[in-house]
């Protein structure tokens, strides 16, 4: 019904920046908040980053400062700038949406992108 596909991860070096995209597609009928999580080896998922329908913003304090969530609502698509990048960011990012498809749109699902690595060498 709504499926996420992310991009933009890879290799860097400390202090370095990447940029993630994360656009849905589907038969969409409203998407509610976009968010960025991530996963580091051994460790819980957490979030990063979210924004709301209406533009308002979130962060993880290890983030604030350095990282910047957007969206682009006529591309639904959301975005992850990362500047002054830190090894400790290292984690595969995982893109996740509520939103209602078409098909069920008075239900909010979760969805989520199938994550891509970043990973930031020292």
């Known amino acids: 019904q709504v499926q996420l596909v992310e991009s933009g991860g890879g290799l860097v070096q400390a202090g370095g920046s990447l940029r993630l995209s994360c656009a849905a597609s589907?038969?969409?009928?409203?998407?509610?908040?976009m968010d960025w999580y991530r996963q580091a080896p051994g460790k819980q998922r957490e979030l990063v980053a979210a924004?709301?329908?209406?533009?308002?913003?979130d962060y993880a304090d290890s983030v604030k400062g350095r990282f910047t969530i957007s969206r682009d609502n006529a591309k639904n698509t959301v975005y992850l700038q990362m500047n002054s990048l830190k090894p400790e960011d290292t984690a595969v990012y995982y893109c996740?949406?509520?939103?209602?498809?078409?098909?069920?749109?008075?239900?909010?699902?979760?969805?989520w992108g199938q994550g891509t690595q970043v990973t930031v060498s020292s």
């Open positions: 996740n949406v509520k939103a209602s498809p078409v098909a069920s749109f008075r239900v909010e699902n979760d969805y």
């Open positions: 589907g038969r969409i009928f409203r998407i509610n908040t």
């Open positions: 924004i709301t329908s209406g533009g308002i913003t």
